[in-house]
């Protein structure tokens, strides 16, 4: 199965360790077994990777699925590291719109749509992105993910029930602690966990990284 679609498989809950700045840390994700990874080129995240230093992601492809994080950013940046074999998948994490969404879409780009979750209401808009996955993360004005705070799941099964084809991803505080109750709750395709797998931001603690895994009976 292509990893994509595995990763997005709702059989199971996958793993998706986002945050990652080195290819060590890479290596070590794929040597557990962990499903994605996600790289962050917003240059103002704590997590940010410089698009020229990025050239090791190359040596990942079809070993882990590897995800470009973005906010906001024009597309020729994402599909330029889609082209040069950097990146399998484009996530928008900022304020970007069905009509930024669609870009992608028609170069043939899976996309992830991040929308940060406070009501709702909220969600409204989230199926018009037509993305290939919809990940939920706590609102977050300005900051956009890797908070480490969390929302309300009841929002994530509410969209569950309206939009049963949509694969959705949960992210916003999941640890090692509650990722079992995540996943039995909502019963997401995956978990992304950015702080929560850290021993300070953009530096992997494999320790949690290995509990996570634990946690999802992987």
């Known amino acids: 199965m292509p990893l994509l679609a ?21 290596d070590r994700l794929v040597a557990l077994g962990v499903d994605a990874l996600g790289v962050n080129f917003w240059p103002r995240s704590k997590r940010f990777l410089a ?3 990025a050239a090791w992601l190359r040596d990942f492809s079809g070993r882990i699925l590897r995800v470009g994080v973005f906010v906001n950013e024009v597309p020729e940046l994402p599909l330029r590291l889609i ?16 009509e ?51 929302f309300d799941w009841n929002a994530a ?5 309206r939009h049963p084809q949509t694969p959705i991803i949960l992210a916003g505080g999941i640890t090692p602690e509650n990722a079992a109750l995540a996943a039995s709750t909502v019963r997401p395709a995956a978990l992304d966990v950015a702080s929560g797998a ?13 509990a996570l895994l634990a946690a999802l009976n992987r």
């Open 157 to 161: 099964l509410d969209f569950k029930k």
């Open 100 to 150: 930024d969404a669609a870009i992608y879409q028609e170069a043939g780009v899976p996309l992830i749509k991040a929308i940060g979750v406070k009501t709702p209401d909220d969600l409204a808009r989230a199926a018009d992105f037509r993305a290939n996955s919809i990940l939920l993360d706590a609102h977050a004005p300005g900051v956009y993910g890797g908070t480490g705070e969390s």
């Open 198 to 210: 850290e021993l300070s931001p953009g530096i992997k603690d494999f320790d949690k990284v290995a």
């Open 6 to 26: 595995r990763f997005l498989d709702t059989k199971t809950v996958s793993l998706k360790i986002c945050g990652v700045t080195k290819l060590d840390d890479a």
């Open 51 to 53: 698009p020229e230093t």
């Open 83 to 98: 082209r040069e074999g950097l990146l399998d998948a484009v996530q928008l994490h900022g304020d970007e719109t069905p």
